[in-house]
């Protein structure tokens, strides 16, 4: 078979399978390129389900839900998703399985079976943060021995951006199906966020045509509930020991500056109530010395910068999704003149990629905090995640007021509620657009707040 070894510029490799420039994980199957090829052909069925996503997205979490919510059970399914991955099997095996069928794939929309468009299947797209896809397929391509791979992350990281694994570029693929999704409005598709995961299971269940009744409302919580993280990896991690590709134990299952501005601003007031300013006001690299040194303590700074490049000072006494960044990151660029842009997105993603934009690549300072974290341990960093705000903003507000030293107080309780109805995006934006307003850099109104990506 064509196997490939894909070298980046360290020198190391990782090994696929390259079927007419389709790349794909190494397999053990001997007539696996003939089926490749003959893919296109297959017959399919007007009921299919066909789960499309890029790898380590959330593929066999979703095919487990859907596959729970077809057969009307909470039971768990008894296969790995690999055995009804399009690019595994062979034709006379999926024409073997009963309907419903429910497949997934991690194929274009193009390279799939004609059939299977022309029947109009209905097809769930599962998205996920490229930061996520990126680490989950770093340690997944070190721990299927078929990959021959032993790379380190800080060279894996150019390897994922450069579309050097098999299945090629995220970036080609998510934008891809963008297109697909808005040119083809004909077809059922479905899409869902991986980080919406535990809300989706409803609308998952409206999707396939099943009715709103209280028992479905029960089969959903009941899904839900068996598809949690720790029950997926203690009932499917020894299904998965089974397979041949695994070098040591299976490896599938592992563990806005604005905004937490505000809320921290408000925790150091100890009052809900908005800043009347903006956060440039106190972002480091906007400020003179002099400005700096006039704000009353604590003072609640913020910055772009890398731990390097602050003020020694700082680190002396112990003193924030990447695909979310770059679009609120382009309508910046669109909405501020001084920065004289208005190119187009689909350009501006691989400008954001190769870090032609100010503050440079966000790869970089990434990786450069993470190191930051992990060998600066004599540091106070709080870690906030933005996604971790948006979905659960009072826990959240909590874990800063203990950072923060705060005592944990029933005032506190309070005054942390108050914060988080405050710092709520359509109160955000009420309050803080006028005060933007004033600012002379918006080319139409100020833009800091839009749908709160």
């Given at each position: 078979?064509?196997?490939?070894y894909?070298t980046d510029?360290?020198?190391?490799?990782?090994?696929?399978?390259?079927?007419?420039?389709i790349l794909?994980?190494?397999?053990?199957?001997?007539?696996?390129?003939a089926?490749?090829r003959?893919?296109?052909?297959w017959?399919?069925?007007?009921?299919?389900?066909?789960?499309?996503?890029?790898?380590?997205?959330?593929?066999h979490?979703t095919?487990e839900?859907?596959?729970?919510?077809v057969?009307?059970?909470?039971?768990?399914?008894?296969?790995?998703?690999?055995?009804f991955n399009?690019?595994f099997l062979s034709?006379?095996?999926?024409?073997s399985f009963?309907?419903?069928?429910?497949l997934n794939?991690?194929?274009y929309?193009?390279q799939?079976?004609i059939?299977?468009i022309?029947?109009?299947?209905?097809?769930i797209?599962?998205d996920?943060?490229p930061?996520?896809?990126?680490?989950?397929?770093?340690?997944?391509?070190?721990?299927?021995?078929?990959y021959?791979?032993?790379?380190?992350w800080?060279n894996?990281?150019?390897?994922f951006l450069?579309?050097?694994v098999?299945f090629g570029s995220?970036?080609?693929?998510?934008?891809?199906?963008?297109?697909v999704?808005?040119?083809r409005?004909d077809l059922p598709i479905h899409?869902l966020?991986?980080?919406d995961m535990?809300?989706?299971v409803?609308?998952l269940?409206q999707?396939?045509g099943m009715?709103?009744?209280?028992?479905?409302s029960?089969?959903?919580k009941s899904i839900?509930?068996?598809c949690?993280?720790?029950?997926?990896?203690k009932e499917k991690?020894p299904?998965?020991?089974?397979a041949?590709?695994?070098?040591?134990?299976?490896?599938?299952y592992?563990k806005?500056?604005?905004?937490?501005?505000e809320?921290v601003?408000?925790?150091?007031?100890?009052?809900?109530?908005h800043?009347?300013?903006?956060?440039?006001?106190?972002?480091?690299e906007f400020l003179?010395?002099?400005q700096?040194?006039?704000?009353?303590s604590?003072?609640?700074l913020n910055?772009?910068l890398?731990?390097?490049?602050?003020?020694t000072?700082?680190?002396d006494?112990?003193s924030s999704?990447?695909k979310d960044?770059?679009?609120s990151f382009?309508?910046?660029?669109l909405k501020i003149f001084?920065?004289?842009?208005?190119?187009?997105?689909?350009?501006?993603?691989?400008?954001?990629?190769n870090?032609?934009?100010?503050f440079?690549?966000?790869?970089d300072y990434t990786l450069?905090?993470e190191k930051e974290?992990?060998?600066r341990?004599?540091?106070p960093?709080h870690i906030?995640?933005y996604e971790?705000?948006?979905?659960n903003?009072?826990r959240?507000?909590?874990?800063?007021?203990?950072?923060?030293?705060?005592?944990?107080t029933e005032?506190?309780?309070?005054l942390?509620?108050?914060?988080?109805?405050?710092?709520?995006?359509?109160a955000?934006k009420?309050?803080?657009d006028?005060?933007?307003?004033?600012?002379?850099y918006?080319?139409?109104?100020?833009?800091?707040?839009?749908k709160g990506?």
């Amino acid at each position: 078979m064509p196997y490939r070894y894909l070298t980046d510029s360290a020198g190391e490799s990782i090994k696929c399978l390259d079927v007419d420039g389709i790349l794909l994980a190494p397999a053990p199957k001997p007539t696996h390129e003939a089926e490749i090829r003959t893919l296109q052909n297959w017959k399919s069925r007007p009921n299919d389900i066909i789960i499309c996503a890029y790898p380590r997205s959330g593929t066999h979490w979703t095919w487990e839900i859907v596959s729970m919510l077809v057969n009307g059970n909470a039971e768990r399914i008894p296969f790995m998703k690999e055995q009804f991955n399009m690019e595994f099997l062979s034709e006379d095996t999926m024409e073997s399985f009963s309907s419903t069928r429910v497949l997934n794939t991690h194929l274009y929309l193009h390279q799939l079976p004609i059939e299977m468009i022309k029947n109009k299947c209905r097809i769930i797209f599962v998205d996920r943060n490229p930061k996520d896809v990126a680490v989950s397929f770093y340690h997944h391509h070190l721990k299927a021995a078929t990959y021959e791979y032993e790379g380190k992350w800080e060279n894996y990281v150019y390897r994922f951006l450069n579309g050097l694994v098999d299945f090629g570029s995220w970036f080609d693929y998510a934008l891809d199906w963008e297109k697909v999704i808005t040119n083809r409005q004909d077809l059922p598709i479905h899409v869902l966020h991986y980080e919406d995961m535990k809300e989706e299971v409803t609308r998952l269940s409206q999707f396939l045509g099943m009715k709103e009744t209280e028992d479905t409302s029960f089969l959903c919580k009941s899904i839900t509930s068996m598809c949690g993280f720790n029950v997926m990896k203690k009932e499917k991690d020894p299904i998965e020991a089974c397979a041949p590709y695994w070098r040591d134990l299976p490896g599938n299952y592992r563990k806005g500056t604005h905004w937490t501005w505000e809320i921290v601003s408000m925790l150091m007031n100890g009052k809900a109530e908005h800043i009347p300013c903006k956060k440039d006001t106190f972002n480091l690299e906007f400020l003179s010395e002099d400005q700096m040194d006039s704000f009353p303590s604590p003072r609640v700074l913020n910055s772009h910068l890398q731990l390097q490049q602050l003020p020694t000072d700082i680190i002396d006494k112990n003193s924030s999704k990447s695909k979310d960044v770059a679009v609120s990151f382009y309508h910046l660029h669109l909405k501020i003149f001084p920065y004289e842009y208005k190119g187009k997105w689909e350009n501006y993603v691989y400008r954001f990629l190769n870090g032609l934009v100010d503050f440079g690549s966000w790869f970089d300072y990434t990786l450069n905090w993470e190191k930051e974290i992990a060998s600066r341990k004599d540091l106070p960093i709080h870690i906030v995640n933005y996604e971790d705000m948006k979905e659960n903003p009072m826990r959240e507000v909590t874990r800063l007021s203990k950072f923060l030293g705060i005592e944990q107080t029933e005032e506190t309780l309070a005054l942390c509620k108050n914060v988080t109805k405050m710092c709520e995006f359509e109160a955000m934006k009420a309050e803080k657009d006028p005060i933007e307003a004033v600012a002379n850099y918006w080319s139409n109104g100020p833009g800091n707040y839009r749908k709160g990506t």
